[in-house]
């Protein structure tokens, strides 16, 4: 009986006992349920971004990227669409993209946005001074309002370098939905995935388009090399050098030999057979680049057609003037020129310069050097401009340098420029050293390297030209 009734009495217990636990067990696997839910959308939302992130480093069309935009911000929260709005830099607003779960709902959503847009872009055409943020606040306001209150909406703005360029919109009409402060995250983190493809777009935009343009520029700097002389011509009683360094792709200076209008043939000219009036000159086009480098296209088409008439340098200047001036005026673009006319018969240089560097002539017999200067105004200042002409009788090994600004502005680590003063120490060294004008040449391009060190010695075009009468 006893063990019987131990046996009664403890079976009751076991029962209890395994009751409670189904009881409490239930709660527990619910709880696992819920941790297994969580952990496999974890690994969902994951899987997303990471192909959002794929997508972003793979495609190079941005269209094809803001296609995913949607649909993404919709998957990681779980709603019923999204739809992604531009702001263009015309000021117009535009749907994008729209993705619905429900492809039956989504004509009604894709009218209720551009009806709210339309209305945005209305107000932003009558009060065009409306500020950014103020903008988007207008655009919230009408895409919930034409959405509807039935419909969670939640919007994000795009930033790109900081500046307002889209609103990302995600929404639900489950009446159940809510916006926690996590599905919010995953939206602005969709959002800034977007902002980065743009701004990449247009970097490989802008970086194509800079390609182009140096292109474009090795290409002019091509034709404009080949626009100044190839080589030296020779011409009887001198010896010639010259070089153009310029300071980019496209320079402003410019130098050239045009010979006057005489009966022998081009090639007895050019070879010094005959005794032909040469023109000389050198000149430098305010500025660099494109501008600077058409500008001394047209200067040289003009001189090459007026130097062979025969005038005087003064008189050459001053048609350059007028015409330059029809040109350009008010353009404050303007030339400094030199123009030099040398006569083998006589080994007479004749000279007019338009406030251009004075070439310097070191002569031979007294080993002094001198500028050669008259008064003119600069090429494209004034109408009106009158220059005057000078001459000089050039005698065996008088050497003359024509330079451009590039050589005397140059300057070193410190800030110091080469200046007028060095180039004249330097070019009465090599006077007396050199034996050549190439040598003369190569001496000052090299002390002006030396001096200028590391920096950037092309900051500016850097033109010589070497005369040395024999």
Request: with cysteine; aromatic share 8%; hydrophobic share 40%.
């Amino acid at each position: 009986m006893t063990i019987v009734s131990v046996s009664q009495s403890s079976s009751q217990p076991t029962a209890d006992r395994n009751s409670n636990a189904n009881t409490d067990s239930t709660p527990i696997l619910a709880l696992k349920q819920l941790v297994a839910r969580l952990h496999k959308e974890q690994h969902k939302i994951h899987d997303l971004l990471s192909s959002l992130g794929f997508a972003l480093r793979s495609f190079n069309n941005l269209n094809q990227f803001l296609e995913l935009i949607p649909l993404m911000a919709t998957r990681v929260t779980d709603a019923d669409g999204g739809a992604l709005v531009l702001f263009k830099p015309n000021g117009q607003v535009r749907l994008e993209r729209l993705h619905c779960q429900d492809s039956r709902q989504s004509q009604n959503i894709r009218k209720a946005l551009e009806m709210a847009i339309n209305a945005v872009t209305a107000s932003l055409m009558t009060a065009p001074k409306i500020v950014p943020a103020a903008a988007t606040a207008a655009l919230d306001d009408q895409v919930s309002r034409y959405l509807g209150s039935d419909i969670q909406l939640f919007g994000t703005t795009i930033f790109v370098k900081q500046s307002e360029r889209g609103r990302l919109y995600v929404f639900s009409s489950k009446p159940e939905y809510t916006w926690t402060e996590n599905r919010q995250k995953l939206v602005r983190l969709v959002a800034d995935q977007t902002a980065v493809a743009i701004e990449n777009d247009e970097l490989t935009a802008e970086l194509r388009k800079k390609e182009r343009m140096n292109r474009e520029l090795e290409i002019g700097a091509e034709i404009q090399l080949r626009l100044l002389p190839r080589q030296c011509p020779k011409i009887a009683g001198i010896a010639l050098a010259a070089r153009c360094q310029p300071a980019s792709h496209i320079g402003g200076d410019y130098y050239d030999f045009i010979p006057t209008n005489c009966h022998p043939t081009s090639e007895a000219k050019l070879s010094g057979d005959t005794p032909c009036r040469w023109g000389i000159v050198i000149g430098d086009v305010m500025g660099k680049g494109v501008p600077a480098g058409l500008l001394m296209t047209m200067t040289q088409g003009i001189l090459r057609a007026e130097v062979p008439n025969g005038n005087s340098p003064a008189q050459i200047l001053q048609k350059l003037n007028q015409v330059i001036y029809a040109h350009l005026e008010n353009s404050h673009r303007f030339i400094t020129l030199f123009c030099s006319a040398y006569d083998p018969q006589t080994q007479t240089l004749y000279y007019s310069n338009a406030a251009h560097n004075p070439p310097l002539l070191w002569q031979a017999a007294t080993g002094n050097v001198k500028r050669l200067d008259t008064w003119g105004m600069l090429i494209g200042l004034d109408a009106q401009s009158q220059y005057e002409d000078a001459h000089i009788q050039l005698h065996p090994g008088d050497t003359i340098i024509y330079y451009t600004d590039g050589f005397t502005d140059a300057a070193n680590q410190s800030g110091d420029r080469f200046d007028e003063e060095n180039l004249i120490r330097h070019f009465y060294w090599a006077c007396q050293h050199c034996q050549e004008p190439q040598a003369i040449l190569e001496y000052l391009f090299e002390q002006v390297y030396r001096f200028t060190g590391s920096a950037n010695q092309n900051k500016d075009d850097m033109t010589l030209v070497v005369l040395q009468a024999n």
